[in-house]
């Protein structure tokens, strides 16, 4: 029996930045912080995602900064979840595409479906859902927006939080000097790990807008379930100054805090890797979240960082789960 075509959407890669897109999909109107890395990276998603797009929303301060008093900054539509549900949510609304158009109620295209979680919404409160429907291989396009905290109810620790950083329930004091003694979660491997019918995975930053673009055109293109990890920093809950949101991205990039890859077909690929890796010291001294450490914590860090910089020059050896039928 032939497949029904669904008439995905394949959206070229975008050349250069005279070539981006000029509607904005997420525009005035909402009331997150100043210098807000989530809502930055937000506005570059819609952008990248066109018009034919459905947003889910799991609560999170890029569901109650942006939808405040009926004001919202959608130009497409978008559905608010609960933080623990994002990804079944989107499974619900893909299925529902898919009857409709077999039934011929609905002609195409079949609709951009992206869930735009938080790292709590993503692999902590938000993980069941994402992860089943990953598994279950549903057309869906999960983003993980990384502020490194449970942002919105004044910023607690999550697992994407980083070791040493203080929160207001990883408060450093005398008996734990450091805050945080927990290293974060791998999120990428996570879903790499665990999904066979997961297409396409890759990490980006705010401070990196077309290969974020461009992440986000081939996640859309691939006929099953993708996955984006973003670092969005929060100038609230990291103590920085709001001006320097797109600098603490990059400096995450140049200390190796932070890497930029891609995984497709069982593959890595390593973009933006710095000759010479600054010290993540570099990083760290313009977060307030930081500024209790001592250099034990900072040396214990730089040896964290070096492990994983070990990774970029010899590909995670995680496998993907095999390929079953799907
Ligand atoms: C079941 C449930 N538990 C707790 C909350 C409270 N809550 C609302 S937003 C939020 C933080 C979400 O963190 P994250 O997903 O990282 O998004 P961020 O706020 O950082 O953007 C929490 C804990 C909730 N809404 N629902
Ligand atoms: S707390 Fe952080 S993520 Fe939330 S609106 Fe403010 S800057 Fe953005
Ligand atoms: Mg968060």
Not at 293 to 314: C, G, N, S, W
Request: aromatic share 10%; hydrophobic share 35%.
């Amino acid at each position: 029996m032939q497949a029904f075509d669904y008439k995905y959407q394949q959206l070229e890669p975008v050349k250069s930045f005279k070539r981006v897109p000029g509607p904005e999909m997420y525009v005035p109107g909402h009331r997150t912080c100043a210098g807000c890395g989530p809502a930055l990276n937000y506005r570059l998603v819609a952008k990248a995602a066109g018009k034919d797009t459905i947003f889910i929303g799991p609560t999170g301060c890029m569901y109650v900064a942006n939808a405040s008093y009926l004001c919202t900054p959608y130009a497409v539509s978008w559905i608010h979840a609960q933080i623990t549900n994002g990804g079944a949510v989107a499974s619900g609304i893909e299925a529902a595409f898919k009857i409709a158009m077999r039934k011929g109620r609905h002609a195409g295209p079949f609709p951009n479906i992206i869930v735009m979680a938080g790292d709590g919404g993503t692999v902590d409160i938000g993980l069941q859902a994402m992860s089943a429907m990953m598994y279950r291989n549903h057309k869906v396009l999960f983003i993980c927006y990384d502020n490194e905290s449970y942002a919105n109810t004044g910023v607690q620790t999550s697992p994407m939080t980083p070791y040493g950083a203080a929160t207001t329930f990883t408060p450093p004091g005398k008996e734990i000097p450091e805050g945080k003694t927990l290293f974060p979660k791998n999120a990428p491997q996570l879903v790499i790990g665990g999904h066979p019918a997961v297409k396409y995975v890759a990490t980006t930053t705010i401070a990196h807008p077309l290969d974020l673009m461009n992440k986000v055109r081939k996640a859309l293109s691939q006929p099953g379930p993708t996955f984006l990890h973003m670092l969005c920093p929060c100038p609230k809950g990291w103590l920085f100054d709001e001006k320097m949101t797109r600098e603490m991205a990059r400096l995450a990039v140049e200390t190796g805090m932070w890497s930029m890859y891609e995984w497709e077909n069982g593959t890595y690929k390593y973009t933006n890797v710095p000759k010479k890796y600054k010290p993540v010291g570099e990083y760290m001294k313009h977060q307030g979240r930081f500024a209790h450490l001592k250099p034990e914590h900072i040396a214990k860090m730089q040896a964290f960082v070096d492990e994983k910089i070990k990774q970029v020059q010899r590909p995670i050896p995680v496998a993907a789960a095999v390929p079953g039928k799907q």
